[in-house]
T-cell receptor, first 111, second 111 residues
Framework: EDQVTQSPEALRLQEGESSSLNCSYTVSGLRGLFWYRQDPGKGPEFLFTLYSAGEEKEKERLKATLTKKESFLHITAPKPEDSATYLCAVQASYNTDKLIFGTGTRLQVFP | SAVISQKPSRDICQRGTSLTIQCQVDSQVTMMFWYRQQPGQSLTLIATANQGSEATYESGFVIDKFPISRPNLTFSTLTVSNMSPEDSSIYLC????????FGPGTRLLVL
């Protein structure tokens, strides 16, 4: 069964304290892995899509990497405005209509 | 990218009633997706809506409970029928346009 597991469930960081969020997945043929940011009361905001192992993408303080079994979202020198829930999702090659989501990591960054 | 709007943004409904949620996209898209996010849970795909054909429902979701319309390439509706408190969720519309984008969501509370 296709599955996405994110860890940790929650993460508290001091402003400037870099860290990483993990997304482990099992899927029958990966077409793409997606990272989203979700603020309370809002829909998910698209961040990155990764397609193959070894691929990396960056946006401001965020960098996403992909291996054959997991993805990491690295947050460098976070600021309080980076506080949000970060969601990971995979798209299987046999069903490109559907994204399978993890339960997310709730990040809080304190000044 | 795509800009997606949803109406209503939130509603409180009585059990046994129905609510229709509207989704409008700023560009023409082939497929539109409807997701549900239950409290404390991640996103689950309800159905995929193609213009001019019947929606395709995921396991556990049926047309009688969640009828969908797709009258044109920029608009779709999802109806939550005969509601019960278990239907209290955030309902999200999504499209693919260079990435997969989500609307702001409709927050539904059923009493």
């Amino acid at each position: 069964e296709d599955q996405v597991t994110q860890s940790p469930e929650a993460l508290r960081l001091q402003e400037g304290e870099s860290s990483s969020l993990n997304c482990s997945y099992t899927v029958s043929g990966l077409r793409g892995l997606f990272w989203y940011r979700q603020d309370p009361g809002k829909g998910p905001e698209f961040l990155f899509t990764l397609y193959s192992a070894g691929e990396e993408k960056e946006k401001e303080r965020l960098k996403a990497t992909l291996t054959k079994k997991e993805s990491f979202l690295h947050i460098t020198a976070p600021k309080p405005e980076d506080s949000a829930t970060y969601l990971c999702a995979v798209q299987a090659s046999y069903n490109t209509d559907k994204l399978i989501f993890g339960t997310g990591t709730r990040l809080q960054v304190f000044p | 990218s795509a800009v997606i709007s949803q109406k209503p943004s939130r509603d409180i409904c009585q059990r046994g009633t129905s609510l229709t949620i509207q989704c409008q996209v700023d560009s023409q898209v082939t497929m539109m997706f409807w997701y549900r996010q239950q409290p404390g849970q991640s996103l689950t795909l309800i159905a995929t809506a193609n213009q001019g054909s019947e929606a395709t429902y995921e396991s556990g979701f049926v047309i009688d409970k969640f009828p969908i319309s797709r009258p044109n390439l920029t608009f779709s509706t999802l109806t939550v029928s005969n509601m019960s408190p278990e239907d209290s969720s955030i309902y999200l519309c999504s499209v693919v346009s260079g990435g997969q984008y989500f609307g702001p969501g409709t927050r539904l509370l059923v009493l």
